[in-house]
Every structure is written in C-alpha cells, then in structure tokens.
C-alpha cells in the first residue's frame, strides 16, 4: 500500500485535546489542525494517523468545531491550541449545486482558504484538477495555465491565490476523482447502482485519474515529516489515465457486479449544471521527485477501496 521508500514510523499519533502542547518520548509534540475531518480525506487522515505513533498531535475539526469562513474563530483557535500547521481538507465539493450556490462556494473555497493562510501556521491545502480547462492532450504540470469551467473549479482556483498571497510556507496539492470507503463518492455511487439497476449509462469521453483517499492522506503525511518544508505547487492522483466508463467497468469487475450493463455515452447527452474539464490528468512527476515517493497505479487504489467495502 505504501506510496514512499522510507520508514514510516513517524506517520501518526492522535489525542484528544486537553492542552496546548503534549510530550512525545521527550519531545514536544507538534500541533496539526485538521480542516474538513468529517469529509472523506479528513476521515482516511484520521485512520491512517491512528495506526502509528508520531511527533504530531493532530487536532481534528469539521464546520461544527471550527467555522473557517470566521477570522476571529480561526485565528483564536490556531492560538488556543498552539498550532504549527494546518491540513485544509474543508471545500465545497459539490460541484454542479455551486453553479446556484456562489457565494457559499466562494466563502468556503476562498475565504476559508485565505483565513488559514493569514493565521501564521505552515498550510498544506488540498485543490482540484477542476482549474483546469480539459483542452489539453498530455498530463497536466502545475506550471500549466488555469482557466476553470465551473464555479467550483474558479473558487478552488481563488483559494489557491488566497494560500498563495497570505500564507508564509505552504503547499497546495491539486488531487482528481477522489474517493475512499468514507462518504459520498463515483465508488460507492456506482456500486449501489449496480445492485439495483440492470443498466447504466457512464460517461465515456472524459478522461481523468482516480485517486484514492487513502493514498493521498498517506502523501499529506509523508510531506508533514519531511525533514526540509518544501512550499509550491504539487500534483497527486494514483497513477495511469481513464475515463469515467473504464472507471465504471473495473469497479465491476473488481465488485463482481454481473448482472448491470453498463452502456457508454459522451458528455453532451449527459447534462449537468456544471460544465466538467474534458481531460485533467494530473503530471505527478514534481512531487515523485521532490519527496521520492512511488505512487500506485489507479486500479491499485481502487482494488484496495473495494477490498475494504466489501469486507465490513
């Protein structure tokens, strides 16, 4: 499962919070606040932080606990518990809903972003392939030029400036197709209507990279104990490239899911609120370099998920 060469024996250790600093086998423990926990990224951090013990007290928070679009709630709260740095999983995800719903969009993707960019901790801040505009035909580098189709991808794209401008020492991932066992996602949506339909039809004309939550929390991690902070600009998805029909085809076979047809049809006869980038596969090789890590190929991650789906 492992995404890098090296040990892995700093990668966790969690605690409830009870003061601002704890020791750690002599050491003063670093405190990680953890936006957006309830999500699906949030909660694979969460779990794979558990399994080990580590130099880091990460400290989780949803909008229920912490409400990013507040400065003053922010800044008190970074102060009261002595934060080092901050994993900014909380975004408004839901992409075609945004179209109608701007503001809120642009207050959490942007404003949340720049509140914890001016609070003074070290930021790793999760984007999206979505600033994108699919007209490209080889992976996407994080020097590429931005132009987002959709709200969505334009708020990210505003929280990036945001992290970008206020923040001291950050790092922005930019990620695609996320899914993991937790939460809502194209993984779990498919598998439940393979099992109440006969058929399907799954767009075939989009291509994209599936990436594992899970994989990417391990990614987040290996950046947090990197001995050298390395600010900028990376891109992570599991390896390879695919389309949203191939998706569906190995999640059933990967499923054994027989009896669903799955039929494949192009974008244009498939209407959604928000227009989606055509193609935005992510170039990793920045941060395969700069981390030394290697990362699994895309039916890799997905055969792990459904592993671990269809065993609870």
Same mark, same amino acid.
């Given at each position: 499962?492992?995404?890098? =060469?090296?040990?892995?024996?700093?990668?966790?250790?969690?605690?409830?919070?009870?003061?601002?600093? =704890?020791?750690?086998?002599?050491?003063?423990?670093?405190?990680?606040? *953890?936006?957006?926990?309830?999500?699906?990224?949030?909660?694979?951090?969460?779990?794979?932080?558990?399994?080990?013990?580590?130099?880091?007290?990460?400290?989780? =928070?949803?909008?229920?606990?912490?409400?990013?679009?507040?400065?003053?709630?922010?800044?008190?709260?970074?102060?009261? $518990?002595?934060?080092?740095?901050?994993?900014?999983? +909380?975004?408004?995800?839901?992409?075609?809903?945004?179209?109608?719903?701007?503001? *809120?969009? $642009?207050?959490?993707?942007?404003?949340?972003?720049?509140?914890?960019?001016?609070?003074?901790?070290?930021?790793?801040?999760?984007?999206?392939?979505?600033?994108?505009?699919?007209? +490209?035909? =080889?992976?996407?580098?994080?020097?590429?030029?931005?132009?987002?189709?959709?709200?969505?991808?334009?708020?990210?794209?505003?929280?990036?400036?945001?992290?970008?401008?206020?923040?001291?020492?950050?790092? %922005?991932?930019?990620?695609?197709?996320? $899914?993991?066992?937790?939460?809502?996602?194209?993984?779990?949506?498919?598998?439940?209507?393979?099992?109440?339909?006969?058929?399907?039809?799954?767009?075939?004309?989009?291509?994209?990279?599936?990436?594992?939550?899970?994989?990417?929390?391990?990614? %987040?991690?290996?950046?947090?104990?990197?001995?050298?902070?390395?600010?900028?600009?990376?891109?992570?998805?599991?390896?390879?490239?695919?389309?949203?029909?191939?998706?569906?085809?190995?999640?059933?076979?990967?499923?054994?899911?027989?009896?669903?047809?799955?039929?494949?049809?192009?974008?244009?006869? $498939?209407?959604?609120?928000?227009?989606?980038?055509?193609? &935005?596969?992510?170039?990793?090789?920045?941060?395969? &370099?700069?981390?030394?890590?290697?990362?699994?190929?895309?039916?890799?991650?997905?055969?792990?998920?459904?592993?671990?789906?269809?065993?609870?």
């Amino acid at each position: 499962m492992a995404i890098y =060469t090296g040990s892995n024996k700093h990668l966790g250790g969690t605690e409830t919070v009870t003061r601002k600093q =704890t020791v750690f086998y002599g050491l003063v423990q670093k405190n990680v606040l *953890v936006t957006g926990a309830n999500g699906q990224l949030g909660q694979e951090l969460k779990q794979l932080a558990e399994k080990t013990n580590s130099p880091f007290r990460f400290i989780y =928070t949803d909008a229920d606990v912490l409400d990013i679009t507040d400065a003053g709630q922010v800044q008190h709260f970074v102060s009261e $518990y002595s934060i080092e740095y901050v994993i900014n999983c +909380a975004a408004y995800t839901a992409v075609d809903k945004a179209e109608a719903d701007e503001e *809120v969009a $642009y207050r959490i993707n942007c404003t949340g972003a720049e509140n914890l960019a001016r609070s003074g901790a070290k930021i790793i801040h999760i984007s999206t392939d979505y600033v994108f505009d699919g007209t +490209a035909s =080889t992976p996407y580098k994080e020097d590429a030029s931005t132009n987002p189709l959709s709200v969505y991808g334009k708020s990210k794209l505003k929280g990036e400036e945001a992290i970008r401008e206020f923040a001291e020492e950050w790092i %922005i991932i930019r990620t695609s197709w996320l $899914y993991s066992e937790f939460g809502n996602n194209f993984v779990k949506t498919m598998l439940r209507l393979m099992n109440e339909r006969d058929k399907l039809n799954v767009v075939a004309d989009q291509y994209g990279t599936p990436t594992y939550a899970a994989d990417l929390a391990e990614m %987040i991690l290996v950046i947090l104990e990197c001995e050298e902070w390395k600010s900028g600009v990376y891109h992570f998805s599991n390896l390879g490239e695919t389309t949203w029909f191939k998706f569906a085809e190995k999640i059933k076979e990967l499923a054994a899911l027989g009896r669903c047809r799955l039929d494949p049809v192009p974008a244009c006869e $498939y209407k959604t609120a928000a227009v989606r980038p055509m193609y &935005s596969v992510l170039d990793k090789s920045k941060i395969q &370099s700069a981390f030394r890590v290697v990362i699994p190929q895309w039916e890799n991650g997905l055969e792990r998920c459904i592993e671990k789906l269809t065993n609870r």
